[in-house]
């Protein structure tokens, strides 16, 4: 660094004797054309800023080198007046960048040693690692994976110097979704993370035990965008041909051949913005899964044992044996196939290839064509005539385009949206802007289409930030829902705190063959960064109905919240007995807060478990010696308190009052988590007590937890069935075999009736 000052310092001195100066102050010492320079030459900013290198009509462009007086300098490739192609990048701290970049800023492959001596090695966007990269820390941890503006985010692989490994999705530096850990003992942990903590069920195998696949990690799970971990494979094979390309083209002097010259205005020093940090990510690669003393030795615990687990934020609150006889069933392909199919979840991107992409790129240009075409249209009220039959937009998209349509990589396709102008209020109403309707459907990222249809044989799909809920309709359906839409939206408009389905469009994709396919967008009101632990489907007839999913009667209760909540589901049952609507349920989700004195066990749990021991064998002693007073999984506070609260996706009216606020209206506090509003079906906490067939599984005794916090989302869903002819005749016959009362197909009235006085035992009232 001494060296680089003093020929800093001698090549001032000799700018200073030679040199022109210009009227900025500023002195060049080269070629000109004409009175600009040209060529090669050396140039020296009025704030001691040095360069040498080429020059373009007063444009830095070509290779040359540039130093700041605070003693960084890069050395490469210019354009235009900006740091823009191949070069390296020595920072005042000791850190060093080498690889491509763009308008001063890294952009493309390179590699990046940090002050710390971790090191980046792929993909640059705007400065920061964006795209298939590797990181490895000076501690020798290393992840290989996706990366989004600087963070781990999307599937990658994490390996630890002990020889931990967790391969995962990742979000925002933190394991989060479908995971596979394997520790160093030889046990692994096929489950879901959430926001770096386990969470939700996952299968526990000790070491000796038979894994359901034999391949490597991070061949086992596939990425988020449904293609296989081999695509990761390729992505190391591009970036090792990239870097071979870059070192052919610095050492043959290729880069200017590939350079096209901009038109860019010309400042004074080019600022250099490094926004890339000093080191990414210290805290992922800080402790092991294995970091914890591990007490106890393997031969104590019998070896050959998989345990089904369930965690909340990281704690473990269930572990009980698999079922001997179901693993002995597992072999070979099976196993395998069992480990992909829950790799990929309850639901899967679509990808060019799947049975439903050019569906989805058809549902995608007919809404991105329709709510272009009403927006503009001045918002009013809705008249009768936008109900009427005639209240349609049809559209021909042809693959080649149109006068009226683009071009389009999809098959030719008719077509239809229902009562624009209705739906285009409704949407006013929860306030989704249209931008954001259509970025979020319609915009780069595909839809995620669930693996299991509903039992009426239709298919869900999801947008990518699983704000809406597309779904297909039979076309009985079709008719009922533009029967009742007058109806539902007058209902809409004068109950803010309905719970019944949110409905924002109607459409119809005519294929040519003749083939139609109805779709339904509707608000996704499980839409919460929170993991939903529980789904319940709630209709009050026992008939069919599967007792387990019951299992919550009496169970949940609204303890601390002032709301009028069976008047809201009456006067939603009143809606729907007048248009004579049956089998509807109550979608019921929960999400359970973990108890603060089971928080300070969760050590011993990781400790144990990286051991490949069963926690059930040695945790449910230590539990018996923790506090039990401090057991709040939230807090509330008054909603007129200082901080952001986040609000519940197309949500409105009013919120949500507590008794624990004095009555005032609250936001719910998730320690760790963040604050979120309280308003009626969405982030309501409740208290749940467990049922006996849960307590008998569980890791501690029963009279140490009874009860947990619990966050609510409900609404009212399945709509769209009439009590008709068949419906009569259903109820007729199943009548003679079952209790009339007990069975799903009834007179309008008699569900409402007992669809309330169902809730009312499952919600009962504080005391």
């Not at 290989?144 to 995962?168: A, E, F, P, Y």
Request: hydrophobic share 35%.
């Amino acid at each position: 660094m001494r060296g680089l000052q003093v020929v800093s310092f001698l090549v001032v001195l000799l700018l200073q004797l030679r040199g022109n100066t210009l009227p900025n102050g500023d002195i060049y010492v080269g070629s000109f054309d004409g009175l600009v320079p040209h060529g090669p030459g050396k140039y020296m900013w009025t704030d001691g800023a040095l360069y040498d290198g080429e020059w373009d009509k007063s444009k830095m462009t070509g290779r040359g080198l540039i130093q700041w007086p605070s003693g960084a300098s890069y050395e490469g490739d210019f354009r235009g007046g900006f740091i823009d192609g191949a070069g390296t990048f020595k920072g005042v701290d000791g850190s060093v960048y080498n690889g491509s970049w763009r308008m001063n800023k890294k952009h493309g492959m390179g590699t990046m040693v940090y002050s710390n001596s971790d090191t980046y090695e792929g993909f640059w966007n705007e400065g920061l690692p964006d795209g298939f990269g590797k990181y490895t820390w000076a501690d020798g941890n290393v992840y290989i994976g996706r990366w989004k503006s600087g963070k781990m985010n999307g599937s990658g692989v994490m390996q630890w110097i002990n020889g931990d490994t967790l391969d995962c999705n990742w979000l925002n530096g933190l394991a989060h979704g479908k995971g596979y850990c394997k520790y160093a003992s030889g046990a692994c942990y096929i489950g879901t993370w959430d926001r770096g903590l386990k969470d939700g069920h996952g299968t526990f195998y000790q070491p000796g035990s038979k894994i359901p696949c034999n391949l490597e990690v991070s061949d086992c799970l596939t990425s988020h965008d449904g293609t296989s971990a081999s695509s990761s494979s390729n992505e190391k094979i591009t970036i090792g041909l990239l870097f071979l390309l870059q070192k052919l083209c610095k050492n043959w002097r290729l880069c200017r051949f590939l350079q096209r010259p901009r038109r860019i205005s010309n400042g004074t020093t080019p600022v250099f913005d490094d926004n890339s940090g000093s080191h990414l990510c210290q805290d992922v690669s800080s402790k092991s899964f294995s970091a914890d003393d591990q007490f106890l030795q393997d031969s104590e615990v019998d070896k050959d044992s998989v345990y089904e687990r369930e965690y909340v934020q990281g704690v473990l609150i269930m572990e009980q044996p698999k079922n001997e006889d179901s693993r002995m069933s597992e072999s070979g392909i099976a196993q395998e196939n069992n480990w992909v199919k829950q790799a990929k979840g309850p639901m899967e991107t679509i990808y060019k290839g799947h049975r439903s992409y050019y569906l989805m790129l058809n549902l995608q240009l007919g809404i991105r064509y329709t709510v272009g075409k009403i927006t503009p249209v001045p918002l009013r009220e809705v008249r009768s005539n936008d109900f009427g039959p005639r209240a349609r937009i049809k559209m021909y998209f042809p693959c080649e385009g149109s006068q009226y349509t683009p071009p389009h990589y999809s098959v030719d396709f008719f077509w239809k949206d229902y009562c624009p102008m209705v739906f285009r209020n409704l949407r006013e109403m929860f306030h989704i802007d249209a931008a954001d309707y259509m970025m979020s459907i319609c915009g780069g990222d595909s839809l995620k289409e669930l693996s299991s249809p509903g039992k009426s044989g239709s298919i869900f799909y999801l947008s990518q930030d699983e704000r809406f809920v597309i779904k297909t309709l039979r076309k009985t359906e079709l008719k009922i829902l533009l029967k009742m839409l007058p109806k539902y939206y007058n209902h809409v408009k004068a109950y803010d705190n309905t719970l019944i389905t949110k409905f924002f469009g109607v459409h119809r994709i005519t294929l040519k063959p003749g083939r139609k396919v109805r779709f339904v967008v509707m608000g996704n009101m499980f839409c919460t960064e929170l993991r939903i632990h529980r789904k319940y489907d709630l209709k009050g007839s026992t008939q069919g109905r599967s007792t387990k999913k019951q299992n919550i009667n009496e169970n949940t209760t609204l303890k601390d919240l002032d709301l009028s909540y069976v008047f809201h589901i009456a006067l939603d049952c009143m809606f729907l007995e007048s248009q004579s609507i049956i089998d509807y349920s109550m979608l019921l989700g929960i999400h359970f807060r973990a108890p603060n004195h089971l928080k300070s066990i969760a050590s011993c749990q990781n400790a144990l478990e990286s051991s490949g021991i069963s926690a059930e064998t040695e945790c449910s002693v230590a539990l018996h010696h923790e506090e039990t007073s401090s057991s709040k999984g939230f807090l509330l506070v008054a909603a007129d308190e200082p901080g952001p609260a986040v609000r519940g996706s197309h949500i409105r009216g009013s919120m949500v009052r507590a008794a624990e606020g004095g009555y005032e209206e609250v936001d719910l506090v998730l320690p760790g988590t963040g604050r979120f509003r309280v308003q009626l079906g969405v982030n309501m906490p409740a208290r749940a007590r467990k049922g006996q067939e849960d307590r008998n599984v569980e890791i501690e005794n029963g009279d140490t937890i009874e009860e947990y916090d619990v966050v609510l989302y409900l609404g009212i869903i399945d709509i769209l069935q009439e009590y008709n002819v068949s419906k009569r005749v259903e109820h007729a016959v199943k009548s003679l075999k079952f209790d009339p009362l007990s069975i799903s197909a009834v007179d309008p009235n008699l569900y409402s009736r007992r669809f309330i006085s169902f809730l009312e035992k499952v919600f009962p009232e504080q005391d």
